[in-house]
């Protein structure tokens, strides 16, 4: 095969990495949780103001676990040990242009994701049925929240590379904790959609609470299961 | 063919026919004859003597269909001098509750008798041309009138004809309007309108019936808040105040009754069939200047306390007891109404109040022991509360034996008057509610023979299709968990009455599946950087065209009346619309054209000639149905002369030509492949054939608004075609896009959302047969459509399945398996929910659906012709199905 195959993304081997990375699904979820009962009571403004926290959360996320785009490291296990990162955590001044050399490419992710990953996912949103003529704020809001938890680290990760992104599409790549989120948060989101013809009259039932909720849970099932139960893993759908 | 296929397709093929026989054992439980006591009542011999003189000689009964009860009594109502008189005494105004379904028949039939029609009025009621729905040998207030003055009673109708065909040979005069086209929103009344002038100067009737239809059309045809609907209420206000003038004026008149009311309301999108408050809240006003000696007048215009709840709400049942009393005759055998308490007052003798109570309670008691005969009624155990009884039947005994017992001590006279009054009220009352809840009429043992042969239809499907290769895989796996949740929806109601976002929603979810599934394969083959055989944008633009076909029709109920491109868009724009609709018959055309010359080797000249002479009339026709049926939309096409012009042009002929030329060119098609053995023509060029014959007829049965639906099902099946689906993914995605079209032709699981106005195109008398495929196919149209696509794509997929596997049995297989599926799961439901408070408003309609899904798509249309198409397309060539 002409492509290289893509390998599962591996968290950052620092300590901070491997910590945060198990911190952060927990801060997320429950920094929605907080802002639940204000999203429901008044959805565009509480999305707006929660995409701030979101995004220095997921910011944070990626530069401190993520490997930017070209600098994915061999993984650990073709390493006799854990030596050469060891030494690479002890020099300050590798850490420190290191870091620099994330925050660029961790915001150039997250403009990307949020001005072009929100019209598209936004189109896709309306496609699969979110309303078109009302609620717009809403649908793009929703794709907002949707862009930033899944396409954010995965541009972070794998790039604009475009034949890269049509595995992607085609759910070509190894799951790991950022594909796995990112399948996830969809999933997630056409499943949040179950609860909206009830009948029990709920403020949260409206458009968009459920799909953005069902966004959060699924990203973070998908973000664990990916990447610690079925690392490595492809999704084979060929017939 | 192997032993072990022969096996299979035996099973398969009696699970097919243990389909409808389960289907229909569990309907006799589940909707059972309700009996009714044949004859006319008599008074019962009371010790107090002659029943009670009678207030008002005659009546005259106007119904305005659809009159909702905000329509007469709110701020914004039409009827002015109808309030006037709320307000002045001398009219007394109620919300009569109808009960679910909420059609005309069953309502009249509620009105006039007094009982609660059984929900199996609603099937009569569209084959209403037999003699089991009239009500000749039935016990109304129309038959105890006609027997008035020994059997000289004289009744006048005008109006609805639902009437006419319930009590054939009553009226002494009478003009029937039909409902035909709910366009009409001025002749169907000014028919009825003629003829009052000259009845109220007549003086021989007894009672005049005036049964109005506009207000209902102008409710189907644009809901409560149209322009017209208020100057149709005064007009319908100006009648009462003729009517009014002429009880005054005239001396025949001066004791006579006059009561207008709906017979069923309307909801929010001026449908109705089903409960929604605004359905169920029919006004209900009498109106006499007697009456101001019992009432001081209410406020009128006033507010609804909830929900288009004015003034006392009443059962509409209860209209015909309160005529027996007002009028003087006896309460009709079969009512379970009760006498409406504000009119007892007309009587200033307590004892006549309380006969006229005591009468009501006699009669409803002759039904309660009919229906519970192993009570005890006239035993005198003292018991100080009658609440705490286990069964209905002994409560009511118990309250039996209370009044027993103070009648015996008390009687109806002097100071225990108003206890005898208040326990008659309470038993009435009480009957009322317990005979009414069906609960006690199910069959049990028949639901559970009807889903024990439905369970075992289900047994015989999975063997049949066990370790089959279309189920072993993943598409298989889709499919499996698509039936699985489908079952489970079946119990809950929202998602009953909500189907349609079921199907649009995994209709998504399977466009992304099968898009994924491919863009996988083919970027496992082709080399990188390279956009070729890339099918995203065909997934793109099937999931665009689902998503403009979820949003045709807004179905349900939750969304009722929202603004979707039928009932906005194409009023907008009608000029894009006939663009559209001429497209779809000018694609049609050319089409017939081609076969014709090609397939049929018949040659240009006659081609073109039998594509005009098919498709010209037909689009013709469909003008002309729409300058009738829905002129707004051709006016600004054409302008008023225009559509005056197709209005006059003879439908019924030209649909049966239409119908007749369809019938022959599938003759002439047929025959040139069996019966001429020169040149005969390829089984797929006679499938393409026969599939734009059907799409032709099928555009015949669909409103001119839903014809372009047929331009972006040709768009889809292109696509799919195009993208060589496996023959699991062509079955699943027949039964998706079935689905997914019947709910985006506007359809849903309510009974409101039935469209009867394709039903008689071409008949002209009545024709059960004739007038139920129409309908069905009118109904349906979309997965008849669709229902076709498996034969179109199929046979050139062969080779993916197994030698001795024909294609059409694993077809058939897949969608036996979830028919008896929807089948068991919605009889586990209806059986398990029978006491649930949606059982006739959800759960009932969705049976009714599902037998027609059941029975008449799956057997009759997906087996029998998809069956007839793959012998006649011989299909048995290579691959029988045998």
Known sequence: ?239 | MGTRWRTRNIMLAIANVLVPVAALIFATGFFPYKPFVPGLAAYHVLEYGEPPIPQFDKVIFMVVDALRSDFVYSHSSGFRFTQSLIRSGQALPFTAHATSPTITMPRVKAITTGSIPSFLDVILNFAESDTTSTLANQDTWLAQIKNKRDGNGKLVMYGDDTWLKLFPNTFERSDGTSSFFVSDFTEVDNNVTRHVPHELRADDWDALILHYLGLDHIGHKAGPLSPNMVPKQQEMDGIVHEIYEAMNTFSHLNSTLLVLCGDHGMNEGGNHGGSAPGETSPALVFISPKLKTISSGKESPTLARRDYDYYEKIEQSDIAPTLAGLLGFPVPLNNLGVFIQDFLSLWNDSTDQGQLLLRNALQILDIVKATLPNEQYNGLTSKADCDDDSSPGAELACMWQEIDRDLKTGGLAGPQNEVTLRLLFKFCRRAQDIMSSTASNYDLSRLMAGIVVAILSLILTGLAARNHSVLTNLDGAFFLLNILLYGIMMFASSYVEEEQHFWYWVMGGWLFYISVRKAQKELSVSPPFSFEGDSAPEFLILLALHRITQRWNQTGQKLAGAPDIVHSFWKQYPMLLWCFVALTYFQAMTRIGNHVSHYLKAGTLVGSACAVALCVPAFIFKLAFTASDAPELLVPLMGEGGVALFQGLPLVSTARMIFFLIASEIVWACASRFYIKTERIAKRDLITILHTLLTLFLLTQTRATNIPLFVIFQNQEFILTALALTPTQISVSTLLLGYTSFFAFGNSNAISSIDLSNAYNGVSGYNVLAVGVLLFASNWAGPIYWSEMEHLVVPTKVEQLHEDESPFFSHIALLTLFVTVSLVAVMVACTALRTHLFIWTVFSPKYLYTMAWSIGFHLLVTVGMGGALWLVCGGSENYGFS
């Not at chain 1, 993304?9 to 920094?31: E, F, G, M, Q, R």
């Not at chain 1, 690479?88 to 420190?96: A, F, I, L, V």
């Not at chain 1, 949260?204 to 799909?211: A, N, R």
């Open chain 1, 1 to 239: 095969m002409a492509v290289a195959k893509t390998d599962a993304i591996n968290v950052l081997n620092t300590d901070t990495a491997k910590l945060y990375t198990h911190i952060h699904p927990i801060l997320v979820l429950s920094a929605y949780y907080f802002n639940f009962s204000s999203i429901v009571a008044d959805p565009v403004s509480s999305l707006i103001k929660f995409l701030i926290p979101l995004n220095v959360l997921q910011i944070a996320y990626v530069v401190i676990c993520l490997p930017a785009t070209g600098t994915a490291q061999p993984p650990p296990v073709l390493k006799s040990s854990g030596m050469k990162p060891a030494v690479q955590k002890k020099s300050p001044k590798g850490k420190s242009v290191s870091l620099a050399s994330r925050i660029t490419p961790a915001l150039l992710s997250l403009t990307l994701s949020l001005a072009l990953g929100t019209p598209l996912l936004g189109t896709i949103l309306i496609l699969f049925g979110a309303p078109l003529t009302t609620h717009i704020h809403h649908t793009i809001l929703c794709a907002a929240h949707i862009s930033l938890l899944s396409a954010l680290p995965l541009i972070y990760t794998h790039g604009i590379d475009t034949d890269k992104w049509r595995r992607i599409a085609a759910l070509m790549i190894p799951l790991d904790e950022v594909f796995g989120a990112a399948v996830g948060t969809c999933i997630g989101a056409w499943i949040g959609a179950v609860p909206i013809p009830l009948d029990w009259d709920r403020e949260w039932q409206k458009w968009p609470i459920t799909i953005v909720t069902g966004a959060y849970v699924g990203w973070a099932v998908g973000k664990v299961v990916g990447g610690l139960l079925v690392k490595g893993k492809v999704i084979d759908l060929r017939p």
